[in-house]
């Protein structure tokens, strides 16, 4: 069985760019998460989609956002990009996302370079 | 609101050397879920283990073991003969029943382990 699969690996932009991330679930899951990864902050919480919904958010500025396809696939949007954008963005998917219930399961991540 | 705390930064044993990683939570929901991942170089966070808030029987997983308490909000992460292949950052991470399927994450536990 495939595991999480997130495109790009890496990619460079520049401030005021707009970029989408990509991120393949496993097979059967309808669950995906995002999350922002930097060495000041650390993992944070982006957002959480289910069934093309989004069902929970964190603490982020309305420049990203997020949407999920009828297959699961989510993509992640961040516009006009600033230089404290630069991290590893990770998306998790999980069966159905039930708090703690559903193991989430992690992709190897979009590293985002902001110059 | 809800809180991971691993007061290890770094730790670097020698090889076959015991250790043991510890995580402190905050929580005011009596129902939820610990998790310990791990994340080598390459960027993604492997689930390890996951465990309730109803049960706290300890668990061995080869030469991985986990304690929980919860009269200490800790749920600490032994390795018993480390390896060279041991070497990640560590990350403890708390979902409440409440908080959907958001992952608080602790700052993570670098493991250098030296042959």
């Known amino acids: 069985k495939a595991g999480v699969t997130q495109t790009p690996r890496y990619l460079i932009k520049t401030r005021g760019q707009q970029v989408t991330l990509s991120c393949s679930p496993i097979?059967?899951?309808?669950?995906v998460s995002w999350y922002q990864q930097t060495p000041g902050q650390g993992l944070q919480f982006l957002f959480e989609?289910?069934?093309?919904?989004?069902?929970n958010k964190g603490n982020f500025p309305g420049r990203f956002s997020g949407r999920q396809f009828s297959n699961s696939r989510s993509e992640m949007n961040v516009s006009t990009l600033e230089l404290g954008d630069s991290a590893l963005y990770l998306c998790?998917?999980?069966?159905?996302?039930?708090?703690?219930?559903?193991?989430?399961?992690f992709g190897a991540g979009t590293r985002l370079s902001v110059l | 609101a809800q809180k991971v705390t691993q007061a290890q930064t770094e730790i670097s044993v020698v090889e076959k050397e015991d250790v043991t990683l510890d995580c402190v939570y905050e929580?005011?929901?009596?129902?939820?879920?610990l998790f310990w991942y791990k994340q080598p170089p390459s960027g993604e966070l492997v689930f390890l283990i996951r465990?309730?808030?109803?049960?706290?029987q300890n668990e061995i997983s080869g030469r991985y073991s986990w304690n929980f308490q919860k009269s200490t909000s800790s749920f600490n992460f032994t390795i018993t003969a480390s390896q060279v292949v041991d070497s990640a950052v560590y990350f403890c991470a708390l979902i409440q029943e409440t908080s959907g399927s958001r992952l608080t994450f602790g700052e993570g536990t670098q493991l250098t382990v030296n042959p």
């Open positions: 998790a998917s999980s069966l159905a996302g039930l708090a703690g219930k559903n193991i989430q399961y």
């Open positions: 989609y289910f069934s093309e919904t989004q069902r």
């Open positions: 929580t005011r929901d009596t129902t939820y879920y």
């Open positions: 465990r309730n808030s109803f049960d706290e």
């Open positions: 097979s059967g899951h309808r669950s």
